[in-house]
């Protein structure tokens, strides 16, 4: 269980500028095998969030527990899938699969054994020798998500992992995270800007506002849930409560937007 | 009716390929800049210049004193195979030279890329060394040639530490800028991993900077090849650098001809070994 307490992140005054308030007293609490999804206009700090989580960032004040242990720097218990893939180049695809395992000192025969395991999960089967440099964008992200996976985290944080992929590559990654969620039961932490990502994926949501950065609504949501259970993903986006809820939050967030303007 | 007019003014197709991006044809892309192959004209240019060479020397519009004819400056190669240079086989005067170049290339490799690493990763060893890199750096060698001679003699250790100068700061600044080069997602997505520092380092930064050190052992060997001239220019009695020298001072311009082409030729030769290896070695250069 991730719990994040009273966190806030000022980033101090440069070049004649004001200090900046990325995050305020920010609460969140993240359960085992809970699906969050942050949402919010650019700027409200979801970033930030995410790299306080991932240990890249310290809190100003405030504090983050994993599992009751504070969070001191970025560690093997949340690997951590960038929008740019940051997959390595030198690599090939197994290779980059199994870095994890490599940087924990997993013998090669042991490391390859688990690589090829993802390697099905997801979908990649015939290139595992092949440069990643070779592959399209959706396949060298399944890389990326692949190589957080591998590493057996805790806690999975994703950010914008899909923002780069076009929109039908794009709806079949979202799938497929959601099939390996539901497969392997990690909690993750997913950051985007797309609505309709954010509330297809997400068990529970929550939305940001920038100025500071904070939190300023939580939603529970059903329908992940119900795309596991067999409903067609076009079906759940195109259900009325899907459209309704999606309103609702494009309705919070066009508000913050025109605030800023 | 204006048909005529068209046909008339219209320009030569390389001009035009010039001044104007015709279409592409399918495989290709439109308007990449300098697009297109380079051998046929590379050969067709240096035959031409062959040539011309060969035209006023023939014809002796220049004087052999001045500018000998290709056909002499290979005679005088073969001249030289047979008999030397001042009683020394000229493999001899070759081996030697390319000896002292690549001992200092591979000593300033040993020092300069760990150095520049450590300048990269480490502000205190950036902050110690960049001050006197930066400032020796663009001292021609020939100025500090009397200082070397003076602290270590006139023998093999001036000659090659000179080369070796010469080398060290485009290697160590070359290993610096591929540290720079790492994207700074994949050291995070390293460390999110569970990489140690000293991993991230092995695992993650050393990889990322090879194609820069690779680019700079092609520049640090050409910085080797130009000081070759001024570190074989007191008291050596080998070597391609004293061969053009000594066959100046007696207008020997045929023998100084075949000189710069041999230290051409090998250092041209040990460039195309080097591309070779870096097509081999890091085929990811560039494409992410």
Known sequence: MLEIRRASVLYPARDKSEPVEALRNVELTIEPGEFVVALGASGCGKSTLLNLIAGFLAPSSGQIKLDGAPVTGPGQDRAVVFQKHALMPWMN??????????LQGVAKAERYKVAREFLTVLGLEGFEDSPVYMLSGGMQQRVGIGRALTADPRILLMDEP????????R??????????????????????????????????????SPRPGRITHRFDLPFSRRFLAGESARDVKASPEFIAMRETILGIIFA???KAA | MTMDIQD?????????RIFRQAPTKPGQTYGVPGEGNTIKISVVAVLMVLGLWQIVTASG????????????????????ISTGFTGVPLWEHILVSAGRVFAAFALACIIGIPLGLAMGMSPVMRGLFDPFLEFYRPIPPLAYLPLMIIWFGIGETSKVLLIFLSVLAPMALGARAGV??????????AYSLGASRAQVLREVVLPSALPEILTAMRIGVGFGWTTLVAAEMVAATM?????????SQFLQTSTVLVGIFLIGGIAWCFDLAMRWVEKKVVPWKGRM
């Not at chain 1, 909690?187 to 800007?193: A, D, P, Q, Y």
């Open chain 1, 93 to 102: 695809v197994l290779d980059n699969l199994a870095f994890g395992l490599k």
């Open chain 1, 162 to 169: 899909l923002g780069a992929l076009d929109a039908l590559t």
């Open chain 1, 171 to 208: 709806e079949r990654a979202q799938e497929l995270i959601l099939k390996i969620w539901e497969a392997q039961g990690k909690s993750v932490f997913l950051i985007t800007h797309s609505v309709e990502e954010a509330l297809f994926m997400g068990s529970k949501l929550i939305v940001m």
């Open chain 1, 256 to 258: 913050d937007e025109e």
């Open chain 2, 8 to 16: 008339d003014s219209r320009p030569a197709p390389m001009i035009k």
């Open chain 2, 61 to 80: 519009l220049i004087a052999p004193l001045f500018l000998p004819s290709p056909v002499a400056v290979v005679q005088k190669l073969f001249g030289l």
């Open chain 2, 180 to 189: 720079r080069s790492v994207a700074i997602e994949q050291i995070h997505a």
């Open chain 2, 239 to 247: 070597g391609l650098g004293y061969m053009v020298l000594s066959a």
